[in-house]
């Protein structure tokens, strides 16, 4: 019976990789005498002359079979190199043949590979247009910066609380920076896929789900870089807090359902304000004219998020000061400090407490709009310290009247 952990379904595995690496290669080797050596049926064997090898002598045999096949490469690629320099077709085949013999062990990764490079192989007109044509030499270096900082960097930084107060975890504020430069270029992207109008609100409202803080100071690195960029900026800035409102239910939601159902009122006017507010502003900047460039500049500023980097530290250390010397006063200060840096953090810790029945329900309202109040104040600083003056004008009265819309729907709560 032929079943998925049989040798001869591994074996029609490897088949099948060949077929599918194989039909894409026989419809770009051309016709003729200067026809590229390698089409459907030479890639076919090939991984399953992998998949045979692996069966009978294992890695050994594989190894040497590999070999012995890069060999035929190496004179084929050498018999036709000056009609044809590419490599991909020699590369693709010797794939083929590890493919092969990987699938007689871990079939999935194996085919999931070999869809991957089937895909990378039909795309070829696609990706050289992108690279050449679209892609800008300086966005290729902003990439190799982000990758770089998410695959060397962080794994080197230590994942451990240091400095005074055990308060700085470098893990943690290096991530903290590569979120805010992967919303500075989803943001960069979006403007260059739909305009800057339409871009950055959206970019801002989806960003606010992983940092409110972090968009706000990505937008306004971007508005300070591209003045003309402002209101639509100011726009993604304001939205991303709505994401944070929802966010807010969502946690106290899957937290303590009753302590969402006293704060429902304070977040839903808080929404409605944040909603009212960011959606003003994106028609305002629908209807401001908007220079249309070639190149809607860099995808995100290094400099500017290290230094909003340096500004989380700081309010870290400030908060884990004022918690050292004032803990014992209760959750209010505890929430109110951690809302420095994670407004969601700060309802979590409270919201446990009610879960626990260690506080009542309605004794964690104050604390947790307490600790989006103080989160406000982190944005405020964000705002003024990546976006300018001109920026933070226009962003700080839409975090007002969210927060006087909070509490104005908490005196709300209390009258009733």
């Keep these: 019976m032929l079943t998925t952990e049989g040798p001869a379904f591994r074996l029609a595995t490897a088949l099948a990789i060949g077929l599918l690496m194989g039909a894409e290669r026989e419809r770009r080797k051309g016709e003729g005498p200067g026809r590229s050596p390698a089409g459907i049926r030479t890639f076919a064997v090939a991984a399953l002359l992998g998949g045979v090898s692996y069966r009978l002598g294992g890695e050994v045999l594989l190894a040497v079979t590999t070999l012995a096949l890069a060999g035929f490469c190496a004179v084929a690629y050498w018999r036709g190199h000056d009609k044809d320099p590419g490599l991909t077709s020699e590369i693709a085949l010797l794939l083929a043949a590890l493919l092969g013999g990987l ?56 994942n451990r609380y240091l400095g005074p107060f055990g308060a700085i975890n470098p ?83 899957a937290t303590s359902p009753p302590v969402l159902s006293l704060l429902r009122v304070p977040l839903i006017a808080a929404g409605i304000a944040a909603i009212a507010y960011g959606a003003l502003l994106t028609l305002l900047s629908v209807r401001h004219p908007i220079p249309q460039r070639s190149y809607p500049g860099r995808a995100f500023s290094l400099k500017t998020a290290l230094g909003l980097g340096g500004t989380i530290t700081v309010l870290l250390l400030l908060s884990a000061a004022l918690n050292a010397w004032f803990g014992g006063k209760g959750v209010l200060a505890a929430a109110a400090i951690a809302g420095f840096a994670d407004t969601h953090s700060a309802a979590v810790s409270v919201a446990s407490l009610v879960a626990a029945n260690k506080m009542a329900a309605r004794e964690a309202v104050v604390p947790i709009l307490a600790g989006l109040t103080t989160n406000t104040i982190s944005k405020v600083v964000f705002a003024s310290v990546a976006g300018g003056r001109r920026f933070a004008a226009q962003v700080i009265p839409g975090l007002v009247l969210m927060i006087m819309a909070i509490w104005i729907g908490l005196a709300f709560l209390l009258v009733r």
């Design 103 to 158: 699938a007689q062990r871990e079939i999935t990764i194996a085919s999931g590979i070999a869809v991957v490079v089937t895909i990378l192989l039909a795309a070829r007109t696609p990706l050289h247009h992108f690279v050449r044509a679209v892609l800008s030499e300086q966005e290729l270096t902003d990439a190799l910066i982000f990758v770089a900082a998410v695959l060397v960097v962080l794994p080197l930084t230590p």
């Design 171 to 253: 893990r943690t504020i290096w991530k903290i920076v590569i979120l805010m430069i992967s919303i500075s270029a989803g943001g960069y992207i979006a403007v260059r896929l739909v305009g800057a109008r339409f871009g950055l609100p959206g970019a801002g409202f989806a960003s606010g789900f992983v940092s409110s803080t972090a968009t706000i100071g990505a937008m306004g690195e971007r508005a300070a870089h591209e003045p003309a960029l402002v209101r639509p900026a100011v726009a993604g800035a304001v939205l991303s807090n709505v994401a944070t409102v929802i966010g807010m239910a969502l946690v106290l939601a």
